[in-house]
Nanobody
Framework: VQLVESGGGLVQPGGSLRLSCSTS????????MSWYRQAPGTERELVARISSTGGSTNVADSVKGRFTISRDNAKNTVYLQMNSLKPEDTAVYYCQAQHLLVTTRTYWGQGTRVTVSS
């Protein structure tokens, strides 16, 4: 099983980034996918989640209206479009896969760092 995040980097406040999480080794379409983030000295927090079919999404209040989660089941990839970035969005962003029925079957990526700074 592999989850590989990409697309992180340094961006100025107000800028945009698109994170990608490419996966392999499991049946992507049977997993809900989520993005979490963890800033230094804080706990990992859920940013956005998308159902296995893509028909349902949820985003944290702190990013609502700015971040959008999507997935392409044909490419086994989930995305996080981040607009109007703020310094407080600075964190390591992690991709998570959770089986839609067996919730203990959960996989994580290694993370990609996002830094929002002028």
């Amino acid at each position: 099983v592999q989850l590989v995040e990409s697309g992180g980097g340094l961006v100025q406040p107000g800028g945009s980034l698109r994170l990608s999480c490419s996966t392999s080794g499991f049946t992507f379409s049977t997993y809900h996918m989520s993005w979490y983030r963890q800033a230094p000295g804080t706990e990992r927090e859920l940013v956005a989640r998308i159902s296995s079919t893509g028909g349902s999404t949820n985003v944290a209040d702190s990013v609502k209206g700015r971040f959008t989660i999507s997935r392409d089941n044909a490419k086994n990839t989930v995305y996080l479009q981040m607009n109007s970035l703020k310094p407080e969005d600075t964190a390591v962003y992690y991709c998570q896969a959770q089986h839609l029925l067996v919730t203990t079957r959960t996989y994580w990526g290694q993370g990609t760092r996002v830094t929002v700074s002028s």
